[in-house]
């Protein structure tokens, strides 16, 4: 039998674990259950039982065990249509449909009243037959329901699942029990009567696919990651999405700037980004903060280093003229693998999903520097997600102790003087702050740009002219410094003199 095996924190004894078949599950879990244990899965109908149940009971087969679910509710066909729905196999899983045959024994058919406890007793002999027939290291029995309707008492039910728990004492076998939630006495019984309890629920938001969310509420002896984690249902089985935790995630990595491969651009930044320094790019759309953003990961596949792309908003199509147009042409580090570019529909996505889709493309895809474009769309998608800023300053911090240098994109109301847009302001998490903004003069709208914060080091105090398109591409003037006013959007002029440009590239 093939086991997997962590150890405590202490390292001071080693616990077998059955592995759920979850990779996500089996890290909440600290490894997957402990084994020849009783453990309680609840939740409301449809949140996936039964699929996270049959996941388990197939992982055990995968290993060469013996593995045995047992359904008191779903019949065989119903059972197969979820298995066939996810593609999967039963091969090696023992199935065992709890009939009406299998209720009404040849004791209980002798009188024409069936007693509670009569029915319940052979149901529970039935049951612990089929056991010890098969000798399975894992069980499920689907679902508890049932039993109570039989038990038709909180104590008779109550003590039927204790003797199920001991039965099960020393038998080397690991048991989930399947109920649907309630919140009678009788079941928070029934939780303290079960080594661990596993709980699955999930919320409809007023706009987009459900969220669902599972939570271990209880593990005897063991470490857990608590709090509520992420999930999803897709063809295949469940896919958990752990709670970040940036303090688990630590790695060295040498402190050197970046540049963007703008003279001025790095002038202004004094000698460009924070490698792990988190960059928050602000001002009202369409003033160039995907642009000069977009610079930074040319930069960055120029030098060969990968880059990740999360785009909320724009296409890659358009995303791929634009930076064309403007002389910094990035579908070739694309096709090459340099950049990877993700669309994202956060109205289809949790938070915890899009965290693991960061997270793996700086751990799989060995990302340096990381694009959200942007804010806005991520956090206006999800208005019931009362933590996403907790959510980003975790991910910011992980990032940050990855050595990897990540680009903010949050659009800011209003066109001439750009104001935050309220339970948006990111300005306190970033490390560095850009700040864009849309100036008039001569008749004609302009844009500044300016650096109002860097944590780590020096920048110019100035605001300098950003002029897009043309040759070559991207054009910074020198300082504004016969302007005042310039944030207001109506500058007026202290002396004459026009500004001067400076070229892009250095």
């Given at each position: 039998?093939?086991v997997?095996?962590t150890?405590?924190?202490?390292?001071?004894?080693r616990?077998?674990?059955?592995?759920?078949?979850?990779?996500?599950?089996?890290?909440?879990?600290?490894?997957?259950?402990?084994?020849?244990?009783?453990y309680?899965?609840?939740g409301?109908?449809?949140?996936?039982?039964?699929t996270?149940a049959?996941?388990f009971?197939?992982?055990?087969?995968?290993?060469?065990?013996?593995?045995?679910?047992?359904?008191?509710?779903?019949?065989?066909?119903?059972?197969?249509?979820v298995?066939?729905?996810?593609?999967?196999s039963?091969?090696?899983?023992?199935i065992?449909?709890?009939?009406?045959?299998?209720?009404?024994?040849?004791?209980?058919?002798?009188?024409?009243?069936?007693?509670?406890?009569?029915e319940l007793?052979?149901t529970m002999?039935t049951?612990?037959?089929?056991?010890?027939?098969?000798q399975p290291?894992?069980?499920v029995?689907?679902s508890?329901?049932?039993?109570?309707?039989?038990?038709?008492?909180?104590l008779?039910?109550?003590?039927?699942?204790?003797?199920?728990k001991h039965?099960?004492?020393?038998?080397?076998?690991?048991?989930?029990?399947?109920?649907?939630?309630?919140t009678d006495?009788?079941?928070?019984q029934?939780?303290?009567?079960?080594?661990?309890?596993?709980a699955l629920?999930n919320t409809?938001?007023?706009?987009?696919?459900?969220r669902?969310?599972?939570?271990?509420?209880?593990?005897?002896?063991?470490?857990?990651?608590?709090?509520?984690h992420d999930y999803?249902i897709?063809?295949?089985?469940?896919d958990v999405?752990?709670?970040?935790?940036a303090?688990?995630?630590?790695?060295?990595?040498?402190?050197e700037?970046?540049?963007?491969?703008?003279?001025?651009?790095d002038?202004?930044l004094?000698?460009?980004?924070d490698?792990?320094?988190?960059?928050?790019l602000?001002?009202?759309?369409?003033?160039g903060?995907?642009?000069?953003a977009t610079?930074?990961?040319?930069s960055?596949?120029q030098r060969?280093?990968?880059?990740?792309m999360?785009?909320?908003e724009?296409?890659?199509?358009?995303l791929?003229?634009r930076?064309r147009?403007?002389?910094m042409?990035?579908k070739?580090?694309?096709?090459?693998g340099?950049?990877?570019?993700?669309?994202?529909d956060?109205?289809?996505?949790?938070?915890?999903?899009?965290i693991q889709?960061v997270?793996d493309?700086?751990?799989?895809?060995?990302?340096?520097?990381?694009?959200?474009?942007?804010?806005n769309?991520?956090?206006?998608?999800?208005?019931g997600?009362?933590?996403?800023?907790?959510q980003?300053?975790?991910?910011?911090t992980?990032?940050?102790?990855?050595?990897?240098?990540?680009?903010?994109i949050?659009?800011?109301a209003?066109?001439?003087a750009?104001?935050a847009?309220?339970g948006l302001?990111?300005s306190?998490?970033a490390?560095?702050?850009l700040?864009?903004?849309?100036f008039?003069?001569g008749?004609?709208?302009?844009?500044?740009l300016?650096?109002?914060?860097?944590?780590?080091?020096?920048?110019?105090?100035?605001i300098?002219?950003?002029i897009?398109?043309?040759?070559?591409?991207i054009?910074?003037?020198?300082?504004l410094?016969?302007?005042?006013?310039?944030?207001?959007?109506?500058?007026?002029?202290?002396?004459?003199?026009?500004?001067?440009?400076?070229?892009?590239?250095?």
């Open positions: 039998m093939a997997t095996q150890s405590l924190a202490n390292g001071a004894r616990i077998d674990r059955a592995a759920s078949g979850i990779v996500g599950l089996d890290d909440v879990l600290g490894g997957g259950f402990p084994r020849n244990r009783l309680l899965l609840q409301d109908p449809g949140v996936g039982k039964t996270l049959m996941q009971l197939l992982e055990g087969a995968r290993r060469g065990e013996r593995v045995l679910y047992v359904t008191l509710s779903e019949s065989l066909e119903e059972i197969q249509d298995v066939q729905s996810h593609g999967w039963l091969d090696g899983v023992d065992h449909e709890f009939s009406q045959e299998d209720q009404l024994s040849a004791q209980t058919q002798s009188t024409v009243f069936h007693p509670a406890e009569l007793g052979e002999r049951l612990l037959g089929i056991v010890e027939r098969v290291s894992r069980v029995f689907d508890l329901s049932e039993l109570r309707l039989l038990a038709a008492d909180s008779r039910y109550r003590r039927e699942i204790l003797s199920l039965y099960f004492v020393g038998r080397k076998s690991t048991v989930l029990l399947l109920d649907d939630r309630t006495a009788g079941d928070r029934l939780q303290s009567l079960c080594h661990g309890v596993v629920d409809v938001p007023e706009y987009g696919v459900e669902y969310r599972v939570r271990i509420t209880k593990m005897r002896g063991v470490r857990f990651r608590g709090g509520y999803v897709r063809t295949g089985g469940l999405y752990p709670r970040l935790v303090a688990e995630h630590k790695s060295e990595f040498i402190n700037p970046i540049s963007s491969g703008v003279k001025a651009l002038d202004l004094g000698g460009g980004l490698r792990g320094a988190s960059i928050a602000m001002g009202p759309s369409g003033c903060k995907s642009t000069i610079r930074y990961i040319v960055a596949a060969g280093e990968n880059a990740a999360f785009l909320f724009e296409t890659p199509a358009t791929f003229q930076s147009l403007l002389h042409d990035l070739p580090y694309v096709d090459n340099c950049v990877a570019i993700h669309s994202i956060p109205a289809e996505l949790a938070p915890n999903e899009f889709r997270r493309a700086v751990e799989k895809g060995g990302a340096r520097i990381v694009l959200i474009d942007s804010l769309g991520y956090l206006n998608a999800m208005p997600e009362r933590y996403l800023i907790l980003l300053h975790e991910l910011l992980y990032l940050s102790q990855q050595g990897v240098t990540t680009l903010l949050t659009a800011q209003g066109m001439m750009a104001a847009v309220p302001d990111i306190y998490i490390d560095t702050a700040l864009f903004r849309y008039e003069y008749g004609a709208i302009k844009k500044a300016s650096v109002f914060k860097r944590r780590s080091g020096q920048h110019e105090q100035t300098r002219e950003l897009l398109g043309g040759e070559p591409g054009c910074i003037s020198e300082p410094t016969q302007f005042r006013g310039l944030l207001t959007g109506v500058p007026t002029l202290d002396r004459g003199g026009d500004t001067q440009k400076t070229g892009a590239f250095a």
